[in-house]
């Protein structure tokens, strides 16, 4: 079963639009850790965010912001004023306690910025 | 400091052929992790280990894929023989036990198998 649902496949907006990406995720686990990670065209994945399932606080990193709802079991990420290096594709990930080296990995939404 | 480090970053091979895929991870990091990228599929884990012993290989496809880290800061991925089913980008990540499940990517090698 889809741990993890991007149901973003794509979204293109103009420069210093907002976007938001949705992320919603399935667990039985009552401890666990939500991930954004971004790919930029060049290929490799960087790390942006770790939230565990106890801190419900949404924070603000810059441009990117992101919402934790655990009573909608949703992990969402924004990016404010959008620039077009922020073109990427953006992929949302959940480790569970019981096996914490393991990240599940949604299918990824990808995000092109138009000048 | 220095990030992940995969070689090489493409690969075309033969069908039949061997390939052996190399990764560095961070220094200080004791966990390291392959990873399989393909549009059916997504990001998968194929094997991870720690303290350069492997730990979970279930993800591993068949045995024709093979991983060995004979030392804390060199790891490989073998595929022997290749067939184009494999073609993926393969992804190296190396993590700290205190944040196991953070990880951080190399930038992938990606595999083309005629």
């Known amino acids: 079963a889809q741990k993890v649902t991007q149901a973003q496949t794509e979204i293109s907006v103009v420069e210093k639009e907002d976007v938001t990406l949705d992320c919603v995720y399935e667990t039985r686990d009552t401890t666990y850790y939500l991930f954004w990670y971004k790919q930029p065209p060049s290929g490799e994945l960087v790390f942006l965010i770790r939230?565990?399932?106890?801190?419900?606080q949404n924070e603000i990193s810059g441009r990117y912001s992101w919402n934790f709802q655990k009573s909608t079991s949703s992990f969402n990420f924004t990016i404010t004023a959008s620039q077009v290096v922020d073109s990427a594709v953006y992929f949302c990930a959940l480790s569970e306690a019981r096996d914490d080296y393991k990240l599940s990995f949604g299918a990824g939404t990808t995000v092109t910025v138009r000048a | 400091d220095a990030g992940v480090i995969q070689s090489p970053r493409h690969e075309v091979t033969e069908m039949g052929q061997e390939v052996t895929l190399r990764c560095k991870p961070i220094s200080g990091h004791d966990y390291l992790f392959w990873y399989r990228q393909t549009m059916m599929r997504g990001l998968e884990l194929l094997i991870y280990f720690n303290n350069n012993v492997p730990i979970d290989d279930s993800g591993m496809p068949e045995d024709r894929f093979s991983a060995k880290m004979p030392n804390a800061s060199f790891s490989t991925l073998k595929i022997q023989p290749s067939e184009p089913r494999d073609s993926a980008v393969y992804f190296c990540?190396?993590?700290?036990?205190?944040?196991?499940?953070?990880?951080?990517f190399g930038a992938g090698t990606r595999l083309s198998v005629l």
């Open positions: 990540a190396s993590s700290i036990t205190i944040a196991k499940n953070i990880q951080y």
């Open positions: 939230r565990n399932s106890f801190d419900e």
